[in-house]
């Protein structure tokens, strides 16, 4: 048997089918990166005892490992990240309505909405990591995961930015503007996932042709 040929970075970009997984890819890491520290520095943002909702959002993440420990190899890498990331996204942007229009005893809704938000864009957070690199060819794989954390990275250095926009706008519209980003971005990451194959149960891509070929 031939030994398999080392894949180079380019091969990720050359290829029009590589180059458009490897865009929405890309994204999902930055919108789902952004989403994922945002939310959390977005907590001063929220009404109520600041501690207590820090804590609350603590508890988020050990509820959406759970459901990726639970769901992951149930219903898919695909149905599941999706489902979660666009769910969430738009219990974020949802934000906007109970910020503006509901009164001060109506905001545990905003709360309990970022939290669940929150739960769904950490548990795609966490699912992208597995499904990537199924994704990518064995001789790429880890270029292309290298690359993809690095452009999760850059979403996290944006999300502090976004999180304190409250000081450029003020009044209750600063407060939910970065909610309605990050739940944006997560909603839209989650519609361009659906352009992705699924991996669960399929023999994964090896050489640059199998990349190629996979999933289609």
């Not at 420990?69 to 949802?94: N, P, T, W």
């Not at 502090?160 to 926009?165: C, L, N, R, T």
């Amino acid at each position: 048997m031939d030994p398999v040929q080392a894949g180079k970075m380019c091969d990720l970009f050359t290829n029009r089918v590589l180059l458009f997984r490897t865009l929405i890819i890309f994204f999902n890491w930055i919108g789902i990166s952004m989403g994922y520290y945002g939310l959390s520095l977005s907590t001063h943002n929220l009404s109520g005892n600041f501690y207590l909702n820090f804590i609350l959002s603590g508890i988020t993440e050990f509820i959406a490992y759970t459901l990726c420990l639970v769901f992951l190899d149930r219903v898919g890498r695909k149905k599941f990240h999706a489902s979660c990331v666009i769910i969430g996204g738009f219990a974020c942007l949802s934000t906007i309505f109970t910020m503006l229009y509901a009164e001060e005893s109506l905001q545990p809704i905003t709360v309990a909405l970022s939290m669940f938000g929150k739960t769904g864009i950490a548990a795609s957070f966490a699912c992208i990591y597995v499904w990537a690199a199924e994704l990518y060819p064995t001789v790429v794989r880890n270029t292309g995961i290298g690359i993809g954390c690095s452009f999760g990275n850059i979403g996290a250095m944006i999300s502090p930015y976004i999180a304190d926009i409250n000081k450029l706008i003020t009044g209750n519209l600063g407060r939910a503007l970065p909610f309605v980003i990050f739940g944006s971005l997560s909603i839209l990451a989650g519609i361009l996932s659906l352009w992705l194959p699924e991996t669960l149960n399929h023999n994964l891509p090896e050489t640059i042709e199998d990349g190629i070929h996979f999933g289609r």
